[in-house]
């Protein structure tokens, strides 16, 4: 039976039932693949109208990136009850036009998956689709199934069939209905297009942290990674993010994981987050080797059960996947989230202190580094899919910090009492799932929650240009932070020795990185150092020395030194050298340590904080 004539069968069955369908039923055959596409069918709900939109995302939650997923639905077709075909015209890339719509009963079109895509503007792969036949098929909803305008709450019910054998991995409903074919159900197109979807040969492994069933699905096409690896790994992260929330809002999630044994096509490596499942797009390599990167990436986006799925603006519970309007709470979703990721860790046992430190360290050096550190983080959240899109990186960085600054005024203020975990437990009871705030009033909303100062916290940091006080907010708790600083200093002329075995003497071994006094001086590798500043140089005194010699002087001093160089017949002769002292800027790095002599308050408030 050819593709044109299963239609019309389709059609001729479903005529009756159309007039009064109030849902979007979706049918696409996987075992169907042609020229690396496969068919969808859609039954639509009544339209009263007389033209209607057909819309496809151009942007998804949680990406950030225009990708227009339109792009890739073909030959696009609508049909009313008797099978005929309606006018139809494309107006964007993601939008079509579909003219005496009151009569429209489907829609079918040809999907092209992301993966292997040659049409540029790259999808990062957790947000992709892919159609490898009789392998493996990633059905990110949006990229497979639109919707009509002003229809996106309706339900959607999603009718897969694919080859014997493989299994659906999702956190979507369910329905089996035999070995080839799968029902999944959504109330709406939001709730359906956060359902990722992964068919291939069964890898998986379930297990169950606070109530909740947690599913990992793995795509490794060589086999290299076990899902009961990946349990081994994230199973005690879990456990102290559980112990952190108290209790999991959810009953089920699924950690889809998709292997490349070649290089992504976007050339990116990550995950995206959804709220009872998150899609891991990760290179096929030694498991150990992934290990840590597992572990980080899944606290992170396991934690987005938290934010947005039960804490979101008006801007995420509404989202518009044509005119995206962004929120200004990046600080939120994603700061607070990765901050959570690795406080849960360190309260709970997963990472020591010492470790929890030097990841603050790192975040503090990427953010006042790589990216502008008084850039207002509304403004760049606002903005990210523009001007501020090249900063949009220092949400899992800054966006982490401002939740550490947050932490410690909050526990500050309640004498250890009360601080962000508490918070946004606070924030999910008042809002939940199905409650949306207005973007406006959040800060409000957590000041009348908390303490006034917090308003002006949030006035500074947030969304004002002064950047966070490091040294002044940890020593609160008992840390010593020192900033990255320059300071000019006596230069010896950056030289690299190495030690002459026979007599402990100091051999100039390279002079690539060589400065203007080495330069003035005169110095060449081979030298061996016998005197400098009048001192006879060997393995035992150089250290001692060569500080003195930075006490000894000032800029414009006359500096001497005697060198054992071999002259052209190989002899060693003492060769006289000298300039004037000259100073140079010598960077020190950030450092970050635990106080040796904390007060019994910055004890107090550290327990508080980390439990440490």
């Known amino acids: ?103 429209l009963a489907l829609v079918s079109y040809w999907i092209e998956d992301t993966f292997d895509s040659e049409k540029g503007n790259f999808v990062f792969e957790p947000a992709g689709t892919n159609i490898e036949e009789g392998k493996n098929y990633v059905i990110n909803t949006y990229g497979f199934v639109g919707y009509l305008q002003g229809m996106k709450n309706f339900a959607y019910e999603l009718h897969i069939d694919y080859p014997k054998g493989m299994y659906g991995a999702s956190a979507l409903n369910k329905d089996s209905i035999n070995d080839s074919s799968d029902v999944f159900l959504a109330p709406n197109y939001i709730d359906l297009v956060d359902g990722p979807i992964m068919y291939s040969l069964p890898d998986t492994t379930t297990f169950e942290i606070g109530g909740a069933e947690i599913l990992i699905a793995v795509y490794s096409p060589n086999k290299v990674l076990d899902p009961v690896f990946v349990k081994e790994q994230i199973e005690p992260t879990l456990k102290a993010q559980y112990e952190y929330l108290g209790e999991l809002p959810v009953a089920r999630y699924a950690f889809i994981i998709y292997l490349f044994d070649t290089s992504p096509i976007s050339g990116k490596l990550g995950a995206l987050e959804h709220s009872y499942s998150s899609f891991y797009s990760l290179p096929e390599i030694d498991p150990y ?63 020591s202190l010492v470790d929890y430190l030097n990841v603050l360290l790192n975040k503090i050096d990427q953010s006042t580094s790589r990216f502008d550190d008084q ?132 051999i100039i071994q390279s002079i690539d990185q060589m400065n203007v006094f080495g330069i003035q001086m005169g110095y060449e590798v081979g030298d061996i150092i016998y005197k400098f500043d009048g001192v006879e140089i060997d393995i035992e005194n150089y250290e001692e020395e060569f500080w003195a010699f930075t006490d000894r002087h000032q800029v414009g001093d006359k500096i001497q030194a005697v060198v054992l160089r071999r002259d052209e017949k190989g002899k060693l002769k003492k060769v006289k050298l000298k300039a004037e002292a000259i100073e140079i800027n010598r960077k020190f790095d950030a450092s970050i340590k635990l106080s040796d002599n904390p007060t019994d308050a910055q004890l107090k408030l550290r327990k508080a904080w980390v439990n440490k």
């Open 1 to 103: 039976m050819n593709i044109n004539i299963r239609l019309l069968v389709v059609l001729l069955c479903v005529s009756t039932s159309l007039l009064a369908q109030e849902k979007y039923t979706i049918s696409i055959d996987l075992n169907k693949v042609v020229d690396d596409k496969v068919k969808v069918v859609c039954q639509v709900p009544k339209v009263e109208k007389e033209e209607i939109e057909f819309r496809v995302p151009k942007i998804v939650p949680g990406t950030y990136s225009i990708y227009d997923f339109g792009r890739f639905f073909t030959d696009f077709k609508a049909f009313d009850t008797d099978g005929n075909e309606l006018v139809t015209e494309q107006l964007t890339d993601n939008r079509i036009l579909i003219k005496g719509s009151e009569k």
């Open 289 to 351: 080797r992934l290990t840590q990167v597992i572990r980080d990436v899944a606290a992170h986006e396991f934690f987005h059960i938290l934010t947005p799925l039960n804490v979101h603006s008006e801007e995420i519970g509404n989202f518009d996947f044509i005119n995206p309007k962004m929120s200004k709470h990046l600080w939120l979703y994603e700061g607070m989230t990765e901050y959570a990721a690795g406080l849960a860790q360190v309260k709970y046992g997963e990472m």
């Open 375 to 506: 850039l207002p983080f509304t403004e760049l959240s606002l903005n990210c899919l523009g001007e501020t899109k090249d900063q949009y990186g220092n949400v899992y960085q800054k966006g982490a910090l401002i939740g550490v600054a947050l932490d410690i005024r909050l526990r500050e203020l309640s004498y250890g009492a009360y601080g962000v975990q508490d918070m946004m437990q606070d924030l999910a009871k008042k809002y939940g799932k199905t409650q949306s705030f207005k973007d406006e009033e959040l800060f409000d909303t957590i000041t009348e929650m908390t303490y006034p100062q917090i308003r002006e916290f949030f006035s500074t940091y947030v969304e004002g240009t002064t950047p966070i006080p490091y040294q002044e907010v940890l020593d609160k708790v008992g840390i010593l932070f020192e900033p990255a600083r320059t300071e000019k200093e006596l230069s010896l002329g950056h030289l690299s020795f190495s030690v002459n075995e026979s007599d402990n003497r100091l």
